[in-house]
């Protein structure tokens, strides 16, 4: 991962053009792709519970796994080694969306497996790669209200294809020191995805993962954040919670897992938050 030269780049490039990025939400968006190259703050229990809130909400939710490492797919309660078809077979042509997707509980799931580090040797060198996953979702996306994709920790090949599907993205960060390394460069790219094959992308905002409200220091590397990039900070902030770690080997989110907990609390406002930016 080229981070040094990526946020040799981030600086390169003037603030104003990183401040246009934020609040160009067009009011249709649907596709959102959660994405952070940093590894472990949160993407995947960030798709899984905001998926499960907005779907709670009456919202028709697909999810669509991009990570070879298949946590998302794990967590809603399924096998990733036994599945009979994924996302693999979809991006190298072998089968349509439609044919892979799995009903799970009260969201559906465009499924990974570990063959999806294979589909990233597939794309490279192939023309059109970026949209392989936008062409993919083409055919099933108009079934759903939102389509929440989960991109690996990297800004490889998947990445960039799932910001090229997406109208939107969110950044989950966890709030603590140098969580703010990597962010300007998520954000060249996105730069990049606009210029090159999403021109409507836009990012949403951060979601603060994770968050310990007795401490100064979480607000002090927000407030950074929020000031260094004039990327906004979605309310509420997700609290750390313990809830949180026991939620994948039930198969449910944090929402089915522990309702009422503060976590859960916290993902249902936010898909009230989201809903409110999405929806004219
Ligand atoms: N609010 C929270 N409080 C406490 N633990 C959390 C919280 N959110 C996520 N976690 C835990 O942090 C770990 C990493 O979360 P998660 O897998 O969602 O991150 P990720 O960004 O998807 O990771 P990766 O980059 O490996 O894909 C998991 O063990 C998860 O249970
Ligand atoms: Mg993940």
Known sequence: MADARGARRARGRAPETIKTLVGTLRLVARVLAVANQKGGVG???TVHALGS?????????????????????????????SLPLSLHDVLVGRNKAAEALVRAGTVSILPAAIDLAGSEVHLVGRVGREHAV???????????????????????????????????????LQCETLSHRGVGQLLE??????????????????????????????????ADVEARYALPVLQPMIPRSVRFAE????????????PTSVGAVAYRELAQTILDMLEP
């Open 53 to 81: 809130a907005l779907a709670q909400r009456g919202q028709r939710v697909l999810l669509v796994d991009l990570d070879p490492q298949a946590c998302l797919t794990y967590s809603v309660g399924l096998d990733p080694e």
């Open 247 to 258: 939620a994948p080997a039930t198969g449910q989110s944090i929402l089915g897992h522990a």
């Open 134 to 172: 936008a062409r993919a979702l083409e055919t099933v996306k108009d079934a759903y209200d939102v389509v929440l994709l989960d991109c690996p920790p990297s800004l490889g090949i998947l990445t960039i294809n799932g910001l090229t599907a997406a109208d939107c993205v969110l950044i989950p």
């Open 43 to 45: 993407k995947t229990t």
């Open 189 to 222: 790219t996105v730069a990049d995805v606009r210029a090159y094959t999403q021109p409507d992308l836009s990012v949403l905002g951060a979601v603060a993962t994770m968050f310990d409200g007795r401490t100064r220091h979480a607000r002090e590397v927000l």
